[in-house]
């Protein structure tokens, strides 16, 4: 199957396809392991960060990752522009998101319009931004959460023709996520989804930050304190009985991996064979996405 039949998969069965972010082998590699052994679809995502570091390796990894496990799709994640998602296209990219969130509406309709145009002529999908998610990630940075307005969306998605469509409703990016009360505002979907029935829509910056996951981090020399996530019933809520079809999770597998990576190295103070961390780390994420496979995506036995 391929990822446009897929995501009608998830909007009809109420599950989502997770959109993990990797930036090296052991991070793919670890996605790939637990897709396979849940039978679960995936997107595996790499931001423009994430496409500078690896390179050329970037679809290389992917390649060989797709002839080992063929149900995982390659995503831009947050692509800028017009000109990296084109390049994106003309590497073979399964989909692409053009974020023109930061723009006027009218400036972000022109360009997410010139993507699709693009992107649909060489059969690629297309995911745009409407309203605007608070924190940082990468290069993306913005210290307000703007709401998607559903009439705007409604209009968004008429005049650009997106195949997907990411929306603000209060999850945010990066690893501190509320300073407030956990919620998300659930009456904005589904103004949404009144407007746009059966429309397949996306969460960013929905990783739950686990308490497991900060403490490892904190208790062997790290500091990152204050974190916080999204809960995880809020994230099944919105798969079950809405119209989520794909949830964007970077931060958690950063953390997963961090984490086993300072205990290991922690705890054998003579090692120094990467092998042996990295190794560690990425069965760390392999168990994060199977957590999440089972128990938020509910994406398991759907290849
Ligand atoms: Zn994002």
Redesign the pocket.
């Known amino acids: 199957m391929q990822l446009k039949d897929y995501i009608q998969k998830a909007l009809k069965n109420h599950f989502a396809l997770g959109a993990i972010n990797f930036c090296n082998m052991e991070s793919l590699q670890g996605i790939i392991e637990a897709s396979k052994e849940r039978l679960s679809p995936m997107i595996v995502s790499v931001s423009e960060g994430a496409l500078c570091y690896m390179g050329e390796f970037t679809t290389y990894l992917f390649e060989a990752g797709k002839k080992i496990y063929p149900h995982i799709f390659l995503h831009l994640?947050?692509g800028k522009s017009f000109e990296v998602c084109k390049m994106a296209v003309d590497k073979g990219f399964d989909s692409v998101m053009i974020d023109g969130s930061a723009l006027s509406f009218d400036e972000n309709v022109a360009v997410t319009r010139r993507v699709c145009q693009y992107a649909h002529s060489k059969n690629v999908l297309v995911e745009g931004e409407l309203g605007q998610?608070k924190g940082v990630?990468d290069s993306?940075s913005n210290n307000f959460q703007h709401y998607t307005n559903p009439l705007k969306a409604k209009e968004f998605v008429d005049k650009t023709n997106v195949d997907t469509l990411a929306i603000a409703i209060g999850t945010s990016?990066g690893a501190y996520k509320y300073s407030g009360e956990k919620t998300l505002r659930f009456d904005i979907l589904e103004d949404i989804e009144r407007l746009l029935p059966s429309f397949p829509l996306v969460l960013?910056?929905a990783s739950t930050v686990e308490q497991s996951l900060t403490n490892k981090i904190n208790i062997y020399g790290g500091n990152v304190n204050k974190a916080n996530g999204i809960p995880k019933d809020l994230l099944v809520k919105a798969i079950k009985e809405h119209n989520i079809i794909k949830i964007?999770t970077d931060t958690d597998i950063r953390m997963a991996m961090t984490g086993q990576v300072r205990q290991l190295l922690a705890e054998n103070p003579s090692e120094f064979d990467p092998r042996k961390y990295l190794g560690s780390g990425r069965e760390q994420i392999k168990q994060v996405i199977i957590d999440k496979i089972d128990n938020i995506f509910f994406s398991n036995n759907q290849i």
Request: avoid cysteine; hydrophobic fraction near 20%; aromatic fraction near 0%.
């Open positions: 994640d947050h998610i990630e993306v990016h960013h910056g964007n």
